[in-house]
């Protein structure tokens, strides 16, 4: 089993920044690819950016140029640098990983159990 713990999320005000961090613990794996996903109220769970353990990475549109993902594969801990915020971007901020455990051998999906972002002024 591997847990993911969420941190960084918070209320900013429009043209803002914040970072959000996700950190993964257990025993015996090895992350693939990391994800982050948001879920705005009444709408569902979408994409915003996604990295793999060598470090290639995907965003949604509606964030190219003010998000970074990045990550240490040393520490299983993910980041997303989020800049120029958007009341849009007002969601509930998932992680989620793609991991590979060693016993019983096959990968799995994990996800955290979300931080809070609101953009308002």
């Known amino acids: 089993q591997v847990q993911l713990v969420e941190s960084g999320g918070g209320l900013v005000q429009p043209g803002g920044s914040l970072r959000l961090s996700c950190a993964a613990s257990g025993s015996l794996f090895v992350i693939n690819a990391w994800g982050w996903y948001r879920q705005a109220p009444e709408k569902e769970r979408e994409p915003v950016a996604n990295i793999t353990r060598a470090g290639s990475t995907n965003y949604a549109d509606s964030v190219k140029g003010r998000f970074t993902i990045s990550r240490d594969n040393a520490k299983n801990t993910v980041y997303l640098e989020m800049n120029s915020l958007k009341p849009e971007d007002t969601a509930v901020y998932y992680c989620?990983?793609?991991?590979?455990?060693?016993?019983?051998?096959?990968?799995?999906?994990?996800w955290g159990q979300g931080t809070q972002v609101i953009v308002s002024s």
């Open positions: 989620m990983t793609k991991t590979y455990l060693f016993r019983p051998g096959r990968e799995y999906d994990y």
